[in-house]
């Protein structure tokens, strides 16, 4: 038997990760145990799911819900962890033989970090981890020997898509995006849209930071920095192709023109269950690739200009150092600035642009935690000033 440890289990990729274990398990194949869940505040999901799966322990992040959680929970006397240090005591649960982490936001890095200190294997959904710290997680991976599975659909794909080749003779990536609830819209166009209206995606239903982050492109953005790290391939090397009907989830390039894709319905249930079950695949709870009811399927250059978060994750890619870390902490507070109202759709991509101007970017070997965490500061420090009296 397996044990799990599973970071962000009250969110989209988490419960859809409990789905993943109830399949496994009526199938009669599930060699898994649950031996943490952990969350931000929703003790009352988590409360559910801790009767249900019956973990060793538990993480609130919020101190008030983990005293809550310890009130209601008295009958299961379940151990609850809280705050980071708790998170991090989750993530390298002793007993784990892997950690998926499903936190949304740059708070997943340190608890990365502790689940490959200790040796766990890592299966990541938190891409924010890789975005502000690829080069110091990858380096911790390498050193430990540990590996990192991703979750993300598009790096499930190319991860597919490399298996049986070799990595030297790779053209290029090739990473799908579906272009969003606003695909084809102007830049004029966009400037009076909703944060309903940006909630609405068109093929998935996701969390609402990397639902916005999907409207404005800058998930992408994130993405092609996330293949960066995980595929250690640069840049230029990384093409968007928009994919409005998300069936091809990315494909990769050979030297010799052959490319290799991978397709399936777009369930994040399938991209999850490989990270669980990898290598072996066994049959879960997605339903059949319908090829013939689909008939067609259509690709198309990303629209930049529209959508400048995209080349503004590019060019904080190539600045390197600390531009990632610092775009992608402004990117989190201008989001949450737009779905409280404050802000403007097109100011998202203002605010990440002005964070790349911003002086936090030394030398590659120079990256330490405490300097990717002072950058993502700044950043948070530089949007809350640009709103002042807002
Ligand atoms: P959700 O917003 O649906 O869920 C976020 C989860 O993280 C919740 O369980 C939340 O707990 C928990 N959380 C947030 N902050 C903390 C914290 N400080 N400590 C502990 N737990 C915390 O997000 P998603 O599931 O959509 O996304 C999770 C990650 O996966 C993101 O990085 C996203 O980019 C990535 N991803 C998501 C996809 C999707 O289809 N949803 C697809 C590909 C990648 P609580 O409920 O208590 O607030
Ligand atoms: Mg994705």
Redesign the pocket.
Known sequence: MKSLSLLGSTGSIGTQTLDVLRALSASGHSPWQVSVLAAHSNTQLLEAQAREFRPRAVALFEPAAAEDFRHRTRDLGIPVLSGMEGLCEAAAWEEADLTLNAVVGMVGLRPTLAAIAAGKTVALANKETLVAGGALVTAAAREKGVAILPV???HSAIFQCLRGNDLAQVKRLLLTASGGPFFGKTRAELGAVTPAQALRHPNWSMGAKVTIDSATMM?KGL?VMEARWLFDVPVDKIQVVVHRESIVHSMVEYNDGAVMAQLGTPDMRLPIQYALTYPARLPGPVGELDLFGLGQLSFAPPDTEAFPCLAIAQEALRRGGLAPAAVNGANEQAVAAFLGGRIGFLEIPELCSGALGLDVAPAEEGLSLEAVLEADRAARAYVDTQLIGR
């Open positions: 993300d659909s598009e998930n993405e």
